[in-house]
C-alpha cells in the first residue's frame, strides 16, 4: 500500500502498535514519514508500505 493518502496533520494508528496510541503526521519528505505517537513519541518510518491506517476524525 502506498502513502499516497497520508498528509501532514492526518491521525493515523501504527497497524501492529496499537499500544502506541494515536499518531500525528509531522512530514512527508519523500518515502520517509515522521508521526508523534501518543504514547511512542516521533517515529521515523521508512517505504512506501507504511503499517498506517488513517483514523476518520470521529474515531479520535
Not at 519523500?30 to 498506517?52: C, I, S
Request: aromatic residues 4%; proline residues 5%.
Amino acid at each position: 500500500m502506498s502513502h499516497a493518502f497520508l498528509e501532514v496533520g492526518a491521525i493515523v494508528r501504527h497497524r501492529s502498535k496499537p499500544d502506541w496510541g494515536l499518531g500525528q503526521i509531522q512530514s512527508i519528505i519523500g518515502l520517509r514519514v515522521t508521526v508523534n505517537f501518543e504514547h511512542q513519541g516521533k517515529v521515523v518510518m521508512h517505504g512506501d508500505d507504511l503499517p498506517l491506517q488513517l483514523v476518520a476524525p470521529d474515531h479520535c
